[in-house]
C-alpha cells in the first residue's frame, strides 16, 4: 500500500477510524470522505491525510480521478436504522455505491473494495452452513440494500477494475469511533454497568463475529490480493470459530465482567439467524487474530480506565435521531444564523 492513494468513504465511523490510521501507517496517502457525522476528531491529524466533509450521494466523478483503490464504507450501517430511515438506506448504502463505482471505473482507479454484510444470508436453519454461492435472504433493507449494491458493482469487474465484495460478520471491539449498539460491544458495557445482560429471545439464534481490527485486515487484504483471485468475487469475512448462538455467547461475556450478570430477555424471538462458512477467504490466506474473549476484555479495561463511555453518539440510531431532533429545535429559534451567542465578529454598527 506504500505510496497507494486510497480513498476511503465512511472514513471517521467504526471501521473507518480503525482502518485508516491503519493504512497511514503503511505509507498510504488516504482521501477520508465522510460527512463525519460522529465528528471529524475520530481521525488522527497525518500528513497523508485529506479530509472530504461531503455527502456520497453527491460526490463529483472528478474526486475519483488519479486514485489507484476505492473503500466504500459509507452507509447508515444496521437494521433499525434501515428501518427509520429507509429512503435514505436505499440511496446512501445502495444507489451511491452503484453510482460512486461507475465513477470509479470511469476514472479509471483500479480497485474498490464494497464492504457488504452477512445480514444478507437473513434466516437459515442451523444446519446449513452458508457460504457465498448460497441464494441470500435477505429481511431487512438494510441487508437488502447492501444485496442490491453487490448485484450492482459485481458485474463492473473487468480486467482493469478489480472488485472485492467483502461481506463482514457483526463486528466487535473498541474503534475510536465506538459502537455500543453491536451485539458483543452492548452486551458488554451493559452488563459491566447494570448487571444485566439484554437478550433478544430466544438465544438460539446463530451470528458470526468478527473483530473490527480483523475486519480493517480484511480491507487491506483485498486491496493487496492477486486480481485474478478476487476480481468480481464475493468473500465472507470472518472465522468458522466465530459462529456463536446468542445465549451462548452472552455466557461467555457475563464471564468476562467483574460483577455479577442477571440476563434480562426482550422482544419477540429474533428472525434472523444464520451459521457462515469462511473458508473461501481463508484459502487465500486470510485469518482472523482476535478471540472473542480478547475483544471483550479490551472493552472492559477500556471502560473501568475511563477511556470509553456509553454516549450518545455511541448508539447509531439514537444518534442520527437526536441530530434530526436538534435540526429542527434549531431552525425554530436561529434569527440570522444566530441562537445566543455571535459567530464570528459582527461590525460595531451592527451590535448598537
Ligand atoms: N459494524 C458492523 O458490524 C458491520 C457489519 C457488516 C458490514 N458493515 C458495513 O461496513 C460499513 C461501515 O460500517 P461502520 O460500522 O463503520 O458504520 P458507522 O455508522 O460507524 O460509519 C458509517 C460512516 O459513514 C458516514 N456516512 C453516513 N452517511 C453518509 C453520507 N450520506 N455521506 C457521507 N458520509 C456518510 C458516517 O458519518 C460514518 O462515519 C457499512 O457499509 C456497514 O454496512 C458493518
Known sequence: MKNKTILVTGAGGYIGSVLVPRLLEAGSNVIAVDRFFFGGQRLPAHPNLTRLRTDVRTLEPSVFEGLDAVVDLAALSNDPLGDAFTDETWEINHQ????????????????????????????????????????????????????????????????????????????????????????????TETAWRTGKLALMRDGTQWRPMIHVRDAARAIEFMLDADADAINGRVFNAGSNELNVQIRALADRVAALVPRDVEIDWYGDPDTRSYRVAFDRIAALGYTTT???????????????????????????LDWYRALEEWRSRIEQVVIEGRIIKRVGVLPCAALF
Not at 137 to 166: C, H, M, W
Request: aromatic share 8%; proline share 7%; charged share 20%.
Open 290 to 316: 482476535v478471540s472473542i474473549e480478547e475483544g471483550v476484555k479490551e472493552i472492559v479495561a477500556a471502560l473501568e480506565a475511563k477511556t470509553l463511555t456509553r454516549s450518545l453518539d455511541t448508539l447509531t
Open 96 to 187: 451511491s455505491r452503484a453510482r460512486n463505482a461507475r465513477f470509479a471505473k470511469s476514472a479509471g482507479v483500479p480497485r474498490y473494495v464494497i464492504p457488504s454484510s452477512c445480514s444478507i444470508y437473513g434466516f437459515f436453519p442451523p444446519s446449513q452452513i452458508l457460504d457465498e454461492d448460497c441464494t441470500p435472504n435477505p429481511l431487512t433493507v438494510y441487508a437488502k440494500a447492501n444485496l442490491a449494491a453487490e448485484q450492482d458493482i459485481r458485474p463492473l469487474a473487468s480486467s482493469d477494475f478489480v472488485v472485492g465484495v467483502i461481506r463482514f460478520a457483526t463486528l466487535f471491539g473498541v474503534s475510536p469511533r465506538m459502537r455500543f449498539d453491536l451485539a458483543i460491544n452492548g452486551m
